[in-house]
């Protein structure tokens, strides 16, 4: 069966068409809405459906294999810390470190390091009675507080993993999650910078919200920071170690040995869930119910994630590469072609994590096409789909609505202050990426 380039493209913007259109304006979940454009896709370039149900069944479980217990583990040690209140702990802790006066910036870098193990929309409702109480004691407006705390912990999921979307892509596109992490904490960086900076020069220029009183903040005093910050920094370090002792050869020695096997993401996670559960106390809320509701969690992710493999097996039976393969789009000029196919998908449907999953699902069979089926290229490739997934945040996003609930902005203060940063966050991503392939390509 031979189809032309331009029957294939419009296969692909159909299929597309399709996520967008059932996600966005029918509100269909993202796993059927994946589902369906398979079909969409696959029968529009006349594949047969038991080819298309068997390149399905292949991609759901390659990428189950390479993802399931890492998002499994990493929901689990999110909740933990969230119950047994390390997030405040390590938020207490910032702030006595910057000053109440750089409160804004506390909240920035408070958000950037809670949100590497968490998923943004969890961390912000745990901290968001934090925000409000920052902004009592210090008297700044409460949209620049908070701002400044979405946007950090914005930076992270939308670059690093165990967070779903950059998880599912550096499995599709082989990337090693150790290099992932270090690289990704290096570029988001800048991006948490550049939110952080806006919610100041903006949210000045806004009318604050009333700041409503909380109660009932978890008792943490019998925590240390030291317990609070290790089950989050154990596991990036195992895993940054286990990359850069793979990266440099260092033999087989025992410690080598120890540290490759304490560095897989699996065991790492498991050492991080290990520590968290010694901060637990009586009253923070009983094992069995943390797991249920980590094991909840990672099943409405993995399940997006599942399709997501599916959907890319089915675009990767239609041979895009073969089509493109004559064509001249290498060069530094490609990296647009990851940042603005998941720009358009995350504006459009609203989800951050569907849109690396889709987009990654459509640039990996055209990485050599592209000229960026390399390590380094690959990796820029990732890091520039996470770039894209930044942009725009707005009323189609769930975050952005649990930023406006727990926070009490209306929506012109959301689109002027936060959906905006989204913007500027995106860009100055993707220019600091462009700036590491003048190094890495």
């Known amino acids: ?45 006349q594949m047969p459906v038991d080819a298309i149900l068997k390149a399905m069944k292949e991609g759901f479980g390659h990428i189950m294999s390479s993802l399931a217990l890492i998002i499994v583990l990493g929901a689990t040690l999110g909740v933990l810390l969230e ?58 407006a409460i949209t620049i507080i908070a701002v400044s705390l979405a946007t950090g912990l914005y930076s992270v999921h939308c670059l690093i993993p165990p967070h779903p979307g950059m998880s599912a892509a550096a499995a599709a596109l082989h990337i090693d999650y150790g290099r992932l992490i270090l690289t990704g904490i290096l570029v988001a960086i800048p991006a948490s910078m550049a939110g952080y900076a806006w919610a100041v020069y903006a949210g000045k220029k806004m009318a604050d919200a009333e700041v409503a009183e909380t109660s009932g903040d978890m008792a ?63 009253g923070a809320g009983s094992f069995t119910h943390v797991l249920q509701e980590a094991a909840e969690k990672a099943g409405g992710i993995l399940v997006i994630i599942g399709a997501g493999g599916a959907f890319g097996a089915v675009l990767a039976a239609t041979n895009p590469a073969g089509h493109f393969a004559g064509m001249a789009i290498g060069g530094k000029l490609a990296l647009l072609f990851p940042f603005l196919v998941t720009f358009v998908l995350k504006t459009a449907q609203g989800s951050s994590t569907v849109a690396i999953i889709t987009a990654s699902s459509l ?29 725009i945040s707005h009323a189609n996003d769930a975050y952005f609505w649990v930023i406006a609930k727990f926070s009490g902005f209306e929506m012109k203060a959301m689109l002027k202050v936060y959906s905006v940063a989204s913007v500027w966050m995106g ?15």
Do not use: W
């Open 363 to 391: 640039v990996q069979p055209l990485l050599p096409a592209l000229g960026l089926d390399s390590e380094n290229g690959r990796l820029l490739a990732v890091l520039g789909m996470g770039a894209g997934s930044m942009m």
């Open 427 to 441: 860009l100055v991503t993707l220019g600091v990426i462009y700036l590491l392939s003048f190094f890495m390509l």
């Open 220 to 282: 943490t005093q019998h925590l240390k920071p030291i317990q609070a910050f290790l089950p989050v920094f154990v596991p990036i370090v195992l895993i940054a170690l286990n990359s850069f002792l793979s990266g440099n050869n260092s033999g087989a020695g025992v410690l080598s040995g120890i540290l490759n096997v304490m560095g897989e993401p699996v065991i790492a996670l498991s050492a991080g869930i290990v520590l968290a559960l010694f901060n637990a106390r009586k």
């Open 1 to 45: 069966m031979h189809i032309s380039l331009t029957h294939l493209l419009i296969a692909l913007i159909a299929g597309i068409a399709s996520i967008v259109l059932l996600t966005a304006r029918y509100k269909v979940h993202a796993f059927f809405a994946l589902f369906i454009a398979c079909f969409v896709v696959g029968l529009s370039v």
């Open 83 to 140: 119950h047994t209140g390390s997030t405040k702990v390590m938020a207490d802790y910032i702030l006595r470190k910057t000053g109440e006066r750089r409160a804004p910036l506390a909240m920035s870098i408070t958000g950037f390091v809670v949100g590497l193990p968490i998923f943004c929309d969890s961390g912000y409702i745990v901290l968001s009675g934090l925000a409000k109480s920052l902004a009592r004691r210090t008297g700044t």
